[in-house]
T-cell receptor, first 109, second 117 residues
Framework: GQNIDQPTEMTATEGAIVQINCTYQ??????LFWYQQHAGEAPTFLSY??LDGLEEKGRFSSFLSRSKGYSYLLLKELQMKDSASYLC??????????WGAGTKLIIKP | DTAVSQTPKYLVTQMGNDKSIKCEQN?????MYWYKQDSKKFLKIMFS???????INETVPNRFSPKSPDKAHLNLHINSLELGDSAVYFC????????????????FGPGTRLTVL
């Protein structure tokens, strides 16, 4: 079966750095997405990785290792508004998007 | 300006009723999706349409029927509502899931919170 694993919940301090990990086992691979979802709102696109390595976008970076079936989302200089769920999703060989259950990130002052 | 819109935003109804949720996108995308997100926040794909044709139909009860009158609209009709149907339903669209990062990204509507009493 297809599977995406990420921690259920993480806590971090304002101003700090946090890394949210995602491991996947899918039928083929055509890219990995990270989405942010604030409580009561829709998911919004954060990043996309299809090649190995690090993609940086301001305070957010996403890393991919296809051989390990592994990605992480790195958030720097955490702000209270970063409190949200972060969803990892992988496009499989049929171009279907397989979603993880999301990691709820709690930021404390 | 709204890219993906859904109506209604909230829907409260009795068990056994039939209801519809409407979705429209003005992004010119070819593909549209319906997702269900339950209380555990897990996002589950229900249906996907590409240019009005059904391309994904996950294991969903027959009571759920999508309808795509044109590629900008994908409506969801639910018959004989059950308590377990209570969830948030998200509509999303993308240009082309085969096209890579510029075309694969899904844009979500604001969601419809369905409560079945």
């Amino acid at each position: 079966g297809q599977n995406i694993d990420q921690p259920t919940e993480m806590t971090a301090t304002e101003g700090a750095i946090v890394q949210i990990n995602c491991t996947y086992q899918t039928s083929g691979f055509n890219g990995l997405f990270w989405y942010q979802q604030h409580a009561g709102e829709a998911p919004t696109f954060l990043s996309y990785n299809v090649l190995d390595g690090l993609e940086e976008k301001g305070r957010f970076s996403s890393f991919l290792s296809r051989s390990k079936g592994y990605s992480y989302l790195l958030l720097k200089e955490l702000q209270m508004k970063d409190s949200a769920s972060y969803l990892c999703a992988v496009t499989d060989s049929n171009y279907q998007l397989i979603w993880g259950a999301g990691t709820k990130l709690i930021i404390k002052p | 300006d709204t890219a993906v819109s859904q109506t209604p935003k909230y829907l409260v109804t009795q068990m056994g009723n039939d209801k519809s949720i409407k979705c429209e996108q003005n992004l010119g995308h070819d593909t549209m999706y319906w997702y269900k997100q339950d209380s555990k926040k897990f996002l589950k794909i229900m249906f996907s349409y590409n240019n009005k044709e059904l391309i994904i139909n996950e294991t969903v009860p027959n009571r759920f029927s999508p309808k795509s009158p044109d590629k900008a609209h994908l409506n969801l009709h639910i018959n004989s509502l059950e308590l377990g149907d209570s969830a948030v339903y998200f509509c999303a669209s993308s240009q082309d899931p085969r096209g890579g990062p510029s075309t694969d990204t899904q844009y979500f509507g604001p969601g419809t919170r369905l409560t079945v009493l």
